[in-house]
């Protein structure tokens, strides 16, 4: 049996009619029986490919250990053992185990399919079975049990809400939920690492982006997945669904027509708008780097930076380094050295940088950028920064590695020629994460109904994500907090929604924000 064939067990299941082990709506209890015996932080990346797998044996000595032989001849991490059923013929049992990928799945499946005692009666990848049926679900605030909650809540009761806003607006914020809504909107052509897969394909992210909104900031957010990647049909069609949300958080849609994109919708709309693979990647980056420039005794404004990638999270970061006082700034793309104006220009043009970069036409080498660089900011691809190019920059360097799941380079070849070093994983020190910025920031957004988010917020939420670290607990490995550090949302939103009063761009106030 084939890991690509078990998924059919599922698919073509419904809920109702799964066994009971595989039947839940929160997976985490299935999760929760395999953690007795072990869990995720104990098997790294292995946790990726974790998969369940029921098994119908011979009742007779010396089939368990058949099995459990084959499972560690072919490299299986095997974690939880729960016997379901046992006749004097047979027993049944669930085995969790861990592969390295999905053809190291398929191997260890094949491989005990030819068991002669063992018949494999279902198998389950975890990663789909938490997707199974979706991870998200609307729920009202209360139930509607009698005909006076029903006329309340829609006719005829409804209606003196609808005239009240009829008349203002305004008041949309105060009797709907546009006042803790996002819509997290994409057109697929960017998911991840992996490409443009479409609208269909962008859902499970947008559903997982949707759980965190919630979870982190308790922010209603909304996956809406459109059917286009025209740039212009995609503005229209976001600035006509607006008016049902307190912000646009814009995902996954890829360079250079995210610029374009996000730049329209924030001059049409009067909500906040953020393409976060941009802004919520500076504003980690950036504070990142000022923890590590403490570390290192330099100022922001002294050090020479270097970034590697230039599409759109590159380009978002060279635009808020700008803004934080950076100086010295070169950018490189998979053609070499093509960002290499002088400060003024940058700063005259720091909304629009990619008018500057001449992506075909480098003027210098990587490593001629790199030479005596103290810092590089890798937003690329895997393995395009090897030690050598290290060994060229000026003592105590900072490297931040963020390609993700693999690095530009892997923190083995660069620590001995770096004095910090950050990735975009969390199974590797100072991990740089968006969800560490987009939750809080959206959040002071909507506190104060503000209208836009503007270089001042991001600015703020980066100096607020960087004071959560104090200066008794700052080292070479602890240069960002964790992503479930409790103080780093309502840090971040009190942050941005103090600009955004200061700043005009809000709504409303907030007296615990004022001054």
């Not at 730049?263 to 500076?282: F, K, W």
């Not at 270089?455 to 100096?463: C, F, G, K, N």
């Amino acid at each position: 049996m084939k890991y690509k064939d078990c998924l059919p067990l599922l698919e073509s299941t419904s809920l109702r009619s799964l066994p009971q082990y595989f039947r839940t709506v929160n997976p985490t209890t299935l999760e929760r029986q395999r953690m007795r015996k072990t869990s995720p932080e104990d098997n790294g990346p292995y946790s990726n490919y974790r998969m369940a797998v029921r098994l119908e044996l011979t009742q007779r000595p010396g089939v368990f250990a058949q099995l459990v032989t084959a499972l560690a001849d072919e490299g299986a991490n095997v974690g939880a053992v729960d016997l379901i059923s046992a006749t004097k013929k047979t027993v049944v049992r669930d085995v969790t185990f861990d592969a390295l990928s999905e053809e190291h799945g398929e191997q260890i499946l094949d491989r005990l399919s030819k068991l002669p005692d063992v018949h494999i009666v279902a198998a389950s990848d975890n990663i789909f079975m938490m997707h199974l049926g979706g991870k998200i679900h609307v729920e009202s605030k209360f139930p509607i049990k009698t005909r006076n909650t029903l006329s309340m809540v829609y006719t005829p009761g409804v209606g003196r809400v609808v005239k009240a806003i009829a008349e203002d607006h305004e008041k949309a914020y105060t009797f709907t939920s546009k006042h803790n809504s996002i819509a997290v909107v994409t057109d697929g052509s960017a998911i991840l690492g992996l490409g443009n897969l479409g609208p269909e394909a962008a859902l499970p992210v947008m559903e997982g982006k949707v759980m965190l909104f919630q979870q982190f900031a308790n922010i209603d957010a909304w996956p809406i997945c459109l059917n286009t990647q025209d740039p212009d049909e995609i503005i229209r069609t976001v600035a006509a669904i607006a008016p049902g949300f307190g912000g646009i958080n814009l995902e996954d849609i890829s360079a250079p027509r995210c610029f374009h994109i996000e730049a329209s919708l924030r001059e049409q709309l009067d909500i906040p708008v953020m393409h976060d693979d941009q802004h919520g990647t500076a504003v980690v980056v950036l504070a990142a780097l000022y923890n590590a420039l403490k570390l290192t005794k330099r100022r922001i404004a002294d050090v020479r930076i270097v970034v590697v990638g230039l599409g759109a999270a590159g380009t978002a970061c060279c635009n808020l380094l700008i803004q934080a006082g950076a100086t010295h700034i070169k950018g490189c793309d998979k053609n070499g050295l093509v960002l290499n104006a002088p400060i003024n220009k940058l700063r005259n043009h720091d909304q629009h940088i990619q008018s500057l970069i001449d992506y075909n036409n480098p003027v210098g080498t990587l490593q001629d950028a790199m030479n005596d660089a103290h810092v590089v900011i890798g937003l690329s691809r895997k393995n395009v920064l090897k030690a050598h190019d290290l060994s060229l920059m000026a003592k105590d360097s900072i490297v931040f590695s963020l390609a993700n799941p693999d690095p530009e380079i892997s923190p083995q070849d660069a620590v001995s020629h770096c004095r910090i070093y950050a990735s975009g994983r969390s199974d590797y020190p100072n991990q740089c994460n968006n969800l560490l910025a987009f939750p809080g920031i959206f959040r002071g957004a909507l506190d104060v109904q503000a209208k836009k988010i503007t270089e001042p917020m991001l600015l703020a939420a980066a100096q607020a994500l960087a004071g959560l670290v104090p200066p008794s607990a700052l080292n070479e490995e602890y240069i960002i907090p964790s992503v479930f550090d409790k103080k780093v949302v309502s840090h971040i939103a009190k942050a941005v929604a103090k600009v955004a009063v200061q700043t005009g761009v809000a709504r409303r106030q907030i007296k615990s924000i004022k001054g």
